[in-house]
Each structure stands twice: as structure tokens, then as C-alpha cells.
Nanobody
Framework: QVQLVESGGGLVQAGGSLRLSCAASGRTFSTGTMGWFRQAPGKEREFVAGIRWNGATPKYADSVKGRFTISRDNAKLMVYLQLNSLKPEDTAVYYC???????????????????WGQGTQVTVSS
């Protein structure tokens, strides 16, 4: 079993920044993908960014490219999401997720991700 715990959410003004952290523990793995998803009220959960533990190129949703950066610390089993130039439409609960399988690409749907954190709220005021 893998446990994921997010932190770092909060309330920020438009144009501001936040850094989200995800701590992984339990049964860990050297392959696989870590992803960040978000869910706004009344909307489906959507992919934000993903990164593989083996250092391959990250993937981003078009809506966050150039503003968000995903990174990882393999030694600490941590994954981060730096959120810059925040917009009100970025307001959502942000979830960290883990897909433990090796894959040739980073998948952007929720189904492949077996493990999820509890989420952290990000609110961007205009």
C-alpha cells in the first residue's frame, strides 16, 4: 500500500504563487508515474501534470504549461508542484496520485492511478 499526503494549498491572489508538496510512504517503487490532478466544484477531476520517477520529460495540461512546474526528489520520495501566475480558474482541490506501473508515456486519465492523496485546496482570488 502507498500513502500520499499533500500539503501547501491555501488562498492566494491572482498572479501569485504556491508550492504544493506530496509525500509518499509505504510500499514505494522506483518506476511508475506521479501525477497531480485537480477538481473544481461541479467539474470532473482533471490532469494537471505528471512526472516519472526515472527522470523522463514531465507532461503538463495545456492550461498550465509555462505556469506550473512539477519536480521530484527520489531520495525523499517527494513530488512538488510549483504554481506560478495563478488565475481564479486554477481554484480547485489538488490531488497527488501514483501509477506504480512502468509505462512508455505519462497517462492523463484518472483510471491508471491506483493511489490518491486526500487533496489540498487551492483558492485564487481575483
Amino acid at each position: 500500500q502507498v500513502q500520499l499526503v499533500e500539503s501547501g494549498g491555501g488562498l492566494v491572489q491572482a498572479g501569485g504563487s504556491l508550492r504544493l508538496s506530496c509525500a509518499a510512504s509505504g510500499r514505494t517503487f522506483s518506476t511508475g508515474t506521479m501525477g497531480w490532478f485537480r477538481q473544481a466544484p461541479g467539474k470532473e477531476r482533471e490532469f494537471v501534470a505528471g512526472i516519472r520517477w526515472n527522470g523522463a520529460t514531465p507532461k503538463y495540461a495545456d492550461s498550465v504549461k509555462g505556469r506550473f512546474t512539477i519536480s521530484r526528489d527520489n531520495a525523499k520520495l517527494m513530488v512538488y508542484l510549483q504554481l506560478n501566475s495563478l488565475k481564479p480558474e486554477d481554484t480547485a482541490v489538488y490531488y497527488c496520485a501514483a501509477d506504480p506501473r512502468y509505462r512508455s508515456t505519462i497517462l492523463t486519465t484518472t483510471a491508471p492511478y491506483d493511489y490518491w492523496g486526500q487533496g489540498t485546496q487551492v483558492t485564487v482570488s481575483s
